[in-house]
């Protein structure tokens, strides 16, 4: 896309105004009031050398650049040169790039193909999916797509919580109380059952719990029997994840959860040792963080058995060792702050100094209407319901509304879901929400089936053109005919995408992202109330359609980056 900064550079660069391009690059701005024009260049570092007053030579400057075609007008304002871009010049620019572009508008190459980590999502095994996981799963999914179109080779990790002690209870469990057919059937509802039946009954029989240890070390140890339990347990647990997966679209590169590190935490260990940076503390190693203003990090517990933080330093190092990540990203709520700031600290610690590329995104709390969640009170809302849920009330609106569609299930999985990602990713990351239906099916809101029904509204006015949509040749269109009002703010917000993208991804921030979209279709439907598109005036026609075309590509590719589906009809 023509970047405007720089053509202004290369026109004030030939002009010869006594500055390197570069020089110039640097001091082109643009104005906070738009009146003062699009971009403006201000003459006081130009004094000393020229030794003649600012508003001089800015009057100077102007007079040499006015005559060219890009702008509009050229002003000087005291020490400034104030530039006015042509608008015609603007969407006769933008328009035919987006539509060449297509799905790849937005789209750039900042990572050079350099390798950066997304991990997201990491439920545990053999606990509810719920609604809280929704965050990490759904922002880490937007992150991946960010950090991707803007060039980077990502690695998406899906860090299972798949080890620990809580497998020696379970596997005991299973064997006093279980049943085959009803962890198949049901495995996560199951399987919580016995966790929680073990928990009642150890009250009673506390040698349960010392037979739940011994089972744990026989699985540390690759005894087969409880390998093979466990493994199953995981197997069936991850069946169930993956349906919520499919269902949000998302799919991950690697699912190598805690369990995977086991045998690599020994190293970890050693190298501590051998950097004195291990202390024994009441038969626990810990590594010292006071200095710092953190608590201790505990790396092995007084019974010799490791721990999660333990474990993420070894997956630390194995991913550098793997991928060669120039970014690790950790899609984590923010309950975890310290424990990613102790790990993190204890690595640069050890001297790596990719400790610095380790980075934790964090998110605030979703609640809901009907109140807190508790896993202990069985107040537990599966994130897989909520989906279906959706989907469902979607479905009786679109049959209310009597929305045209080829396929109304189709539609119904993609707006529902669509809502609910949307809604998702509306707010700042870190602010704590609450999930509220009324608010994320609503189709006039700022929500996902308000953008999505947009983008349908301009596939229609596209498909009701007919042929002249079908054959638009971009490179022969007048645009003079959208050069005002809203057709022009419309044209200004598409041409802002690029930018956008790369801004929220490096913020990390896919609100960023979803505010924007909101502002199109906004702009699109402002343009699509305020004109008529399919006016008689073929070329004036062809100018609109062109537009509608650019904002449609827009919001899709805008869409897709956040996870969700455009339905072409709804
Ligand atoms: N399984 C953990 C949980 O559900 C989240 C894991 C986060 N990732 C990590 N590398 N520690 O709380």
């Given at each position: 896309?023509?970047?405007?900064?720089?053509?202004?550079?290369?026109?004030?660069?030939?002009?010869?105004?006594?500055?390197?391009?570069?020089?110039?690059?640097?001091?082109?701005?643009?104005?906070?009031?738009?009146?003062?024009?699009?971009?403006?260049?201000?003459?006081?570092?130009?004094?000393?050398?020229?030794?003649?007053?600012?508003?001089?030579?800015?009057?100077?400057?102007?007079?040499?650049?006015?005559?060219?075609?890009?702008?509009?007008?050229?002003?000087?304002?005291?020490?400034?040169?104030?530039?006015?871009?042509?608008k015609e010049?603007?969407v006769a620019?933008?328009v035919?790039?987006?539509?060449?572009?297509?799905?790849?508008?937005?789209?750039?190459?900042?990572?050079?193909?350099?390798?950066?980590?997304?991990?997201?999502?990491?439920?545990?095994?053999?606990?509810?999916?719920?609604?809280?996981?929704?965050?990490?799963?759904?922002?880490?999914?937007?992150?991946?797509?960010?950090?991707?179109?803007?060039?980077?080779?990502?690695?998406?990790?899906?860090?299972?919580?798949?080890?620990?002690?809580?497998?020696?209870?379970?596997?005991?469990?299973?064997?006093?109380?279980?049943?085959?057919?009803?962890?198949?059937?049901?495995?996560?509802?199951?399987?919580?059952?016995?966790?929680?039946?073990?928990?009642?009954?150890?009250?009673?029989?506390?040698?349960?719990?010392?037979?739940?240890?011994?089972?744990?070390?026989?699985?540390?140890?690759?005894?087969?029997?409880?390998?093979?339990?466990?493994?199953?347990?995981?197997?069936?647990?991850?069946?169930?994840?993956?349906?919520?997966?499919?269902?949000?679209?998302?799919?991950?590169?690697?699912?190598?959860?805690?369990?995977?590190?086991?045998?690599?935490?020994?190293?970890?260990?050693?190298?501590?040792?051998?950097?004195?940076?291990?202390?024994?503390?009441?038969?626990?190693?810990?590594?010292?963080?006071?200095?710092?203003?953190?608590?201790?990090?505990?790396?092995?517990?007084?019974?010799?058995?490791?721990?999660?933080?333990?474990?993420?330093?070894?997956?630390?190092?194995?991913?550098?060792?793997?991928?060669?990540?120039?970014?690790?990203?950790?899609?984590?709520?923010?309950?975890?702050?310290?424990?990613?700031?102790?790990?993190?600290?204890?690595?640069?610690?050890?001297?790596?100094?990719?400790?610095?590329?380790?980075?934790?995104?964090?998110?605030?709390?979703?609640?809901?209407?009907?109140?807190?969640?508790?896993?202990?009170?069985?107040?537990?809302?599966?994130?897989?319901?909520?989906?279906?849920?959706?989907?469902?009330?979607?479905?009786?609106?679109?049959?209310?509304?009597?929305?045209?569609?080829?396929?109304?299930?189709?539609?119904?999985?993609?707006?529902?879901?669509?809502?609910?990602?949307?809604?998702?990713?509306?707010?700042?990351?870190?602010?704590?929400?609450?999930?509220?239906?009324?608010?994320?099916?609503?189709?006039?809101?700022?929500?996902?089936?308000?953008?999505?029904?947009?983008?349908?509204?301009?596939?229609?006015?596209?498909?009701?053109?007919?042929?002249?949509?079908?054959?638009?040749?971009?490179?022969?269109i007048d645009y003079s005919y959208i050069t005002g009002g809203?057709a022009y703010?419309?044209a200004?917000?598409?041409?802002?995408?690029?930018?956008?993208?790369?801004?929220?991804?490096?913020?990390?921030?896919?609100?960023?992202?979803?505010?924007?979209?909101?502002?199109?279709?906004?702009?699109?439907?402002?343009?699509?109330?305020?004109e008529h598109i399919?006016v008689?005036n073929e070329e004036e026609k062809k100018a609109k359609l062109a537009l509608?075309?650019?904002?449609?590509?827009?919001?899709?590719?805008?869409?897709?980056?956040?996870?969700?589906?455009?339905?072409?009809?709804?």
């Open positions: 896309m023509i970047n405007y900064k720089d053509e202004i550079a290369k026109v004030l660069f030939e002009a010869e105004i006594g500055l390197t391009l570069e020089e110039i690059q640097d001091m082109v701005e643009v104005p906070s009031d738009n009146k003062m024009g699009d971009y403006a260049f201000p003459c006081f570092k130009l004094a000393k050398v020229l030794r003649k007053a600012p508003p001089m030579i800015a009057k100077d400057i102007a007079a040499k650049i006015e005559g060219n075609h890009m702008f509009e007008k050229v002003e000087q304002v005291n020490a400034y040169v104030n530039m006015f871009i042509s010049d603007f620019h933008v035919p790039e987006v539509i060449a572009a297509g799905d790849e508008y937005g789209k750039c190459n900042i990572g050079e193909g350099k390798p950066v980590i997304v991990e997201f999502s990491s439920p545990n095994i053999a606990k509810p999916f719920h609604i809280g996981h929704i965050r990490s799963t759904v922002i880490g999914n937007a992150l991946y797509k960010l950090w991707d179109a803007i060039g980077y080779d990502i690695i998406r990790i899906n860090h299972l919580g798949d080890y620990g002690t809580q497998f020696g209870k379970m596997i005991v469990a299973y064997r006093l109380w279980g049943n085959r057919e009803d962890v198949i059937n049901e495995p996560i509802k199951t399987l919580l059952s016995y966790y929680t039946k073990f928990h009642v009954e150890v009250e009673e029989h506390p040698e349960l719990d010392d037979e739940a240890r011994k089972v744990f070390a026989k699985l540390e140890a690759g005894e087969p029997e409880e390998v093979e339990l466990w493994q199953w347990f995981r197997d069936e647990s991850l069946k169930e994840f993956n349906r919520v997966y499919d269902m949000l679209d998302i799919t991950f590169d690697s699912y190598a959860g805690e369990s995977f590190y086991s045998d690599k935490m020994p190293a970890i260990i050693q190298e501590l040792k051998d950097k004195n940076l291990l202390v024994e503390s009441n038969g626990a190693n810990i590594v010292q963080l006071e200095e710092y203003g953190m608590p201790p990090i505990l790396i092995t517990k007084s019974d010799g058995s490791s721990l999660y933080a333990t474990r993420d330093i070894a997956a630390a190092f194995y991913r550098k060792k793997t991928y060669d990540f120039v970014k690790n990203i950790y899609v984590v709520a923010s309950q975890q702050n310290l424990h990613f700031q102790q790990w993190f600290k204890t690595v640069e610690l050890m001297g790596h100094e990719w400790a610095k590329d380790c980075v934790h995104i964090p998110f605030g709390l979703v609640s809901l209407e009907e109140g807190t969640m508790s896993t202990r009170h069985g107040r537990v809302v599966f994130l897989e319901d909520v989906l279906n849920r959706a989907v469902e009330q979607t479905k009786e609106i679109i049959k209310e509304k009597g929305v045209n569609t080829d396929d109304i299930d189709e539609t119904a999985k993609a707006v529902g879901i669509g809502a609910v990602i949307f809604q998702e990713l509306s707010n700042n990351r870190i602010k704590d929400y609450v999930f509220k239906w009324d608010k994320v099916l609503n189709f006039d809101g700022e929500t996902g089936p308000y953008v999505q029904y947009t983008h349908a509204r301009a596939c229609s006015v596209l498909r009701n053109a007919g042929e002249i949509a079908a054959n638009l040749d971009t490179a022969a809203a703010e419309l200004k917000l598409i041409y802002k995408f690029p930018a956008v993208i790369v801004d929220a991804a490096e913020k990390y921030e896919p609100s960023v992202l979803t505010r924007h979209i909101v502002d199109i279709a906004q702009g699109f439907n402002k343009f699509y109330n305020e399919l008689d509608v075309l650019a904002a449609k590509d827009t919001i899709k590719n805008g869409l897709a980056l956040l996870g969700i589906k455009a339905p072409e009809r709804m």
